[in-house]
């Protein structure tokens, strides 16, 4: 089994990019499916984005404010998939995890449907 370790949160202002890193142990992580979800205090786990082993990629906006800034990609060569996030905004602070599962279904935007989950990589965004 795969184990997860997100990076590249931190303290940035807001207009700013970064992006996050999701590298893997494992080295079969280029036949797994991965998705991006974040966590805002007191709230639930929110979807993201997700990729899959064949590099097909899933965008899901909540608002309008997050449509074109989230972009997701993998680089199998690295056992890594990477969330790009542009233009940040104060409502993007959170933490933001990457999760991975064997197997590619419809739930791809459902936080149960993954096996196996990162730590968490904190994202503050300051106005």
């Known amino acids: 089994q795969v184990q997860l370790v997100e990076s590249g949160g931190g303290l940035v202002q807001a207009g700013t990019s970064l992006r996050l890193s999701c590298a893997s142990t494992?080295?079969?992580?280029?036949?797994?499916?991965v998705g991006w979800f974040r966590q805002m205090p007191g709230k639930e786990h929110d979807f993201v984005a997700a990729?899959?082993?064949?590099?097909?990629?899933?965008?899901?906006y909540k608002d309008s404010s997050m449509k074109g800034r989230f972009t997701i990609s993998r680089d199998n060569s690295k056992n890594t998939v990477y969330l790009q996030i542009s233009n940040l905004q104060p409502e993007d602070t959170a933490v933001y995890y990457c999760?991975?599962?064997?197997?590619?279904?419809?739930?791809?935007?459902?936080?149960?449907?993954?096996?196996?989950w990162g730590q968490g990589t904190q994202v503050t965004v300051s106005a």
């Open positions: 999760a991975a599962r064997a197997r590619f279904q419809s739930d791809y935007n459902a936080p149960l449907a993954y096996e196996v």
């Open positions: 494992g080295r079969t992580f280029g036949t797994y499916n």
């Open positions: 990729i899959r082993e064949s590099g097909v990629t899933f965008t899901y």
